[in-house]
């Protein structure tokens, strides 16, 4: 007599675990498409706001400290010092070993290529994308992005530090 009844509400059991969820948590709601097409739309205004400062305060020569956190080589990391004159990059040379290590950051090789690199992160509709920007120059000191939040070990962190610009 028990035994039906065991059966019984172990059918009910396991039908009530499979039933799909019928509210999203706080994340997935922030992590919804729609949200995300408004966050990299204000990245777009932020970024072509930024980008335009920039290039009105036409600056040619300058210094800067680059880090790149991501799931990559130490020597693809940095920090690296990158030197920039007359806009072309000049040297790119790390910080631990004063060794020229200009093959693993030539996407990052100038302030406009970091401009770049946001762009291309907004054109491929990263799962998320954090950009802090220097007030007095406009340039980015901090690009964040996930690109597929199902992915593991693809986001990129770069750090821009102790900018100078070079009379």
Known sequence: ?????????????????????????????????????????????RLAFNRRFWNQQNISNYDYTLSNSCFCIG????????????????????????????????NYNTIPKLFDVIQDAINRKAASLNVRYNARFGYPTQIDIDYNSQIADEERYLTIENFKVIK
């Not at 919804?32 to 777009?44: F, K």
């Not at 690296?80 to 007359?86: D, L, M």
């Open 1 to 45: 007599m028990r035994l039906p009844i065991i059966i019984s509400a172990g059918l009910l059991l396991s039908l009530g675990l499979n039933l799909p969820v019928m509210s999203k948590s706080p994340i997935e709601i922030a992590q919804s498409p729609a949200s995300n097409n408004l966050n990299l739309r204000r990245a777009e205004k």
């Open 75 to 106: 020597e693809a990391r940095g920090p690296v010092v990158i030197k920039v004159r007359n806009g072309q990059t000049s040297s790119i040379t790390s910080v631990a070993t004063g060794k020229d290590v200009k093959e693993y950051f030539q």
